[in-house]
């Protein structure tokens, strides 16, 4: 499966995104979906994953009633609505797919995105 992520850039703090991540090749819906970023400096840290059918969802703790994950398995894309965007919030935001269940750990999954950049400015 390929990925095309989508939907960054420059917002103030408070502001509102919404990434999107299309996917083509494969079954879309087979796969679990999450979404993880990192910021300058830092290594990648895990930010939201969604199962298959797009029921099950889970965040980082860092997010968790700011974000949400959801998926179009129609559409073969999967978002990532940010609300209440924080300067710490800054970072490339990539999508990753992986045939197994959800999962937060990012060496489970197995195809990933390019990337998007999102800043957020105090």
């Known amino acids: 499966v390929q990925l095309q992520a989508s939907g960054g850039g420059l917002v103030q703090a408070g502001d509102s995104l919404r990434l999107s991540c299309a996917a083509s090749g494969r079954t879309f819906s087979s796969y679990s979906m999450g979404w993880f970023r990192q910021a300058p400096g830092k290594e990648r840290e895990f930010v939201a994953t969604?199962?298959?059918?797009?029921?099950?969802?889970y965040y980082a703790d860092s997010v968790r009633g700011r974000f949400t994950i959801s998926r179009d398995n129609a559409k073969n894309t999967v978002y990532l609505q940010m609300n209440s965007l924080k300067p710490e919030d800054t970072a490339v935001y990539y999508c990753a797919a992986r045939s197994g269940d959800y999962s937060g750990s990012d060496r489970l999954y197995g195809y990933w995105g390019q990337g998007t950049l999102v800043t957020v400015s105090s």
């Open positions: 969604i199962s298959r059918s797009g029921i099950t969802t």
